[in-house]
């Protein structure tokens, strides 16, 4: 197998020009809090508390 290494990337624009929601998630759900970035299909993250869906979403 060959293993290929990919540089990082400074991206374009920087996390916080982008929008995002945190939403609580339900108790039903398992709790905690709901991370989307509806200018960028697909990101969602979630996390115990806002800080930890926020970081999990970065």
Do not use: L
Request: avoid cysteine.
């Amino acid at each position: 197998m060959t293993v290929k290494n990919i540089a990082q990337v400074k991206p374009i624009f920087p996390f916080e020009a982008y929008s995002h929601i945190v939403s609580p998630i339900g108790a039903a759900d398992g709790g905690g809090f709901m991370f989307t970035m509806p200018d960028i299909p697909g990101v969602m993250a979630d996390g115990a508390n806002e800080h930890e869906a926020i970081a999990d979403g970065r």
